[in-house]
């Protein structure tokens, strides 16, 4: 009894120390949007620390199951920084403790935060003060504030008795979720256990490329766009041991070689479609593909002519089209071949979009069969509806996405493979395609969208169609899209419905936008409050580019009249 009365003393006394080291500069405000906390890197150390009494919290909670903290602001400048929690699962945090992560990043004093901790440990029911442990585990990216914000969440996760913190080190996003997810798997985690499995799996799903589809030497050449960022950093480290594909690294992150996500990188090719920094006419025709700043967005371009700096993108939807093609391919000649050895494998094959997906994408995947549906923006919404099938794909436009496989369709995919490998089909079609299948399953990162795996999984898939990049932009044509962003007075103003395509309030806007859209061929439109900046965003589609712009200003102005 004495001795827990003291623990709780021990934990009382460490909050409000803690809290005392990190004081909350007047007129801060932290919100834990999408993307976790975010602002200019000198002023996140106090809800950095805050973020790391957090997520040993939520790790006390969870029977001290391993939860991950990453310091990144992704694509935004070098001078910002960020921090986001990763749960167990290796997935974003659960929904409902962001309003506690608002309270406590926003608790104005020691003596404040300390009671908000002690009522949210009572409510949540977290064994706070008595025997229990809680592990974090944490990386950062390159930014140069990254190593103090490293500190600051090291003091805070310190800040609850019992808990351990563990630095991973300067890692890309992605990478952090696989150690966490891995970690609580009871399996390999470590930085080299990570490179392995890309390494060995991608060798395998070449291996099971067909013998007349091999490609020459420029189909083999791809260029990779760093954004000066940890995802070249770490994709240098590992290029030499990937065999079958030839990569250059431009914007590496090397000193010298620029600046972290300016004029470069996923972010910037893909809003504003122009050769940028590092690349230049002599790269006409050769693939490439370009990372954000902490490697969890991936798009592929190339520089369509010498004499304008225009590029052909590949965005989100058409890398998520691939895979889904690829996925359902393997599926159909696991469950449709002709074999004696008639095995099938039943699926649910789901695709996951949100509303910015461009139409085109949405109609070529309906037309193929598969299920697509929608949720609103952000990766959170997404994993977790893709999560409702045996294989389910999700892709944001902007290039967040990936595959993931349920454990029940795994491990028949597991089963199957070991009847064809042993019976006379070891071999037959039917059995590469399982086998292809499960190359693809360790390959992508199922804790989170990686722009790593995710391009050897494309580079993968382009050669086992014997694609070319031009092969695969054709698939269908972007409609013409205009993306505007209208600063009003008070954002959440508009609710919206039907994962973000409509406005129920106010309901006027939405007849407004009702009426624009009906004068245009193809016209599609929609307008959300942004969950990461101060405005609120309007997307328009339409046969042309001149109607698409048309019918996003003319939206654009009704939203500015009815809340500007
Ligand atoms: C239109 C758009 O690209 N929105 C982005 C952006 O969200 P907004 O809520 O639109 O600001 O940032 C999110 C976090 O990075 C990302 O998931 C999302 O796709
Ligand atoms: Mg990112």
Redo the contacts with the bound molecule.
């Keep these: 009894m004495a001795a827990n009365q003291e623990q709780e003393k021990e934990q009382r006394r460490r909050l409000l120390d803690v809290a005392s080291r990190f004081p909350l500069p007047s007129g801060c405000r932290f919100s834990y949007?999408?993307?976790g906390f975010r602002a200019d890197g000198a002023t996140m150390a106090p809800a950095v620390c805050r973020a790391g009494i957090l997520a040993a919290l939520r790790s006390v909670k969870l029977a001290g199951a391993a939860v991950g903290i990453v310091i990144t602001a992704?694509?935004n400048p070098v001078g910002d920084n960020g921090v986001k929690i990763a749960d167990p699962d290796g997935g974003m945090m659960a929904q409902h403790w962001e309003p506690f992560a608002d309270a406590l990043a926003n608790a104005p004093d020691p003596d404040a935060l300390l009671q908000l901790v002690l009522q949210f440990v009572k409510d949540e029911g977290i064994p706070l003060g008595g025997h229990h442990t809680a592990q974090v585990l944490l990386g950062r990216d390159t930014r140069p504030t990254g190593e103090y914000l490293l500190d600051a969440a090291l003091q805070g996760i310190n800040a609850i008795v019992g808990a351990h913190a563990i630095d991973m080190g300067i890692l890309t996003t992605p990478q952090l979720h696989w150690m966490v997810r891995n970690k609580n798997k009871g399996i390999k985690a470590s930085e080299s256990d990570y490179f392995t499995q890309l390494i060995d799996s991608f060798r395998r799903m070449l291996e099971l490329v067909p013998k007349d589809k091999g490609g020459d030497e420029l189909a083999k050449k791809l260029i990779v766009d760093g954004a000066n960022g940890i995802g070249g950093v770490k994709l240098e480290q590992i290029k030499a041991e990937l065999s079958g594909i030839d990569i250059i690294v431009r914007n590496s992150g090397k000193e010298g070689e620029g600046i972290l996500n300016h004029m470069c990188g996923a972010d910037f090719v893909q809003k504003e479609r122009v050769t940028h920094h590092g690349f230049s006419p002599e790269d006409v025709g050769v693939r490439c593909a370009s990372l954000d700043g902490d490697a969890d967005r991936l798009v592929y371009f190339c520089v369509s002519s010498a004499s304008e700096n225009k590029v052909d993108l590949v965005d989100g939807d058409k890398i998520l089209s691939l895979f889904a093609l690829f996925i359902r391919e393997q599926l159909d000649i696991i469950n449709n071949s002709g074999s004696q050895v008639n095995k099938s494998l039943p699926a649910r094959l789901g695709i996951v979009q949100?509303a910015?997906a461009n139409g085109a994408s949405t109609q070529f995947l309906k037309n193929l069969g598969l299920e697509v549906v929608f949720t609103p923006?952000?990766?959170k919404y997404l994993h977790k509806k893709a999560l409702e099938y045996d294989i389910g794909i999700y892709f944001?436009?902007?290039g967040?996405g990936t595959v993931v496989f349920s454990e029940e369709f795994l491990s028949q995919l597991d089963s199957l493979s070991n009847e064809l490998s042993s019976e006379t089909a070891n071999g037959s079609a039917q059995y590469h395609a399982a086998m292809r299948l499960m190359a693809a399953s360790q390959l992508i990162n199922q804790a989170v969208g990686d722009a790593l795996s995710g391009l050897l999984l494309v580079e993968a898939i382009l050669q086992y169609k014997g694609w070319s990049f031009q092969n695969w932009c054709e698939l269908y044509s972007d409609l013409p899209s205009r993306?505007l962003k209208v600063k009003v007075i008070d954002r959440s103003s508009i609710v919206t419905t039907d994962s973000e395509t409509k406005v129920s309030q106010p309901s006027s806007l939405q007849e407004s936008i009702d009426k624009e859209t009906a004068n245009y061929t193809h016209g599609r439109c929609f307008v959300?409050?942004?969950?990461?900046?101060d405005?609120v965003?309007v997307?328009a589609e339409a046969s042309t580019q001149v109607e698409a712009d048309s019918l996003a200003r003319s939206v654009a102005h009704h939203v500015e009249q009815l809340l500007g």
């Design positions: 949007g999408t993307a992704s694509h949100t910015y923006t952000g990766v944001e436009a902007n967040h993306q959300r409050p942004s969950g990461t900046e405005v965003r997307y």
